[in-house]
């Protein structure tokens, strides 16, 4: 966030070192470019010249909506009745053990492999959806068996209560229409 309010140190930047003045001076001069609120820390250009590499490669366009339509995704479902019932942690506790398990269950399929790999960890992709309760959950784990979609259904142990399901990473297009009815999670 940037923030407008002059940098105020808590110490005597000059004392610390001589030629901080200096270096202040020329931060201030460095552009000020829009980050998407989706982009990570890591994606800022380190330099103005990348920086002016970075804006224009964007404004290709394009290419860039091209790669964004197949988008490499996992599906996060959880129970809503135990999201009200369960303690917040509990529950995105759960969404975690189902999302690992799924990829480790599959991390030799190609798919996984692009999600989890290097030029990818900073831009993964998920969505997380919630169904009212069980009856729902196992609905959907046998829609996606029936058609043949990678995924782990999470049982909590030792209850044997099944609280969400995760798909291995995908393509969106091959999965989302399984989705599309369900509700973002909140």
């Not at 800022?44 to 995704?73: C, F, L, Q, R, W």
């Not at 995908?170 to 369900?182: A, G, N, T």
Request: aromatic letters at 4%.
């Amino acid at each position: 966030m940037l923030s407008l309010l002059p940098l105020r140190l808590p110490f005597s930047a000059a004392a610390t070192h001589p030629n901080s003045t200096f270096l202040l001076r020329r931060a201030v001069r460095l552009p000020i470019l829009p980050i998407s609120p989706r982009a990570s820390m890591s994606a800022i250009p380190a330099t103005p010249d990348a920086a002016a590499s970075a804006a224009a490669a964007a404004s290709v366009g394009g290419e860039v909506g091209k790669e964004a339509e197949d988008v490499v995704v996992q599906y996060v479902v959880l129970r809503r009745d135990l999201a009200d019932a369960w303690p917040l942690g509990s529950v995105v506790a759960q969404g975690c053990h189902a999302a690992v398990a799924a990829v480790w269950a599959h991390r030799d399929h190609p798919d996984t492999a692009a999600y989890c790999g290097p030029d990818n960890l900073d831009r993964m992709h998920k969505v997380t959806l919630e169904v009212k309760g069980e009856t729902q959950l196992k609905n959907l784990a046998e829609k996606l068996e029936a058609a043949g979609v990678r995924h782990k259904v999470w049982i909590e142990q030792p209850e044997n209560i099944p609280t969400c399901i995760a798909t291995a990473p995908c393509p969106k297009s091959q999965v989302s229409s399984f989705f599309k009815k369900l509700k973002l999670c909140k």
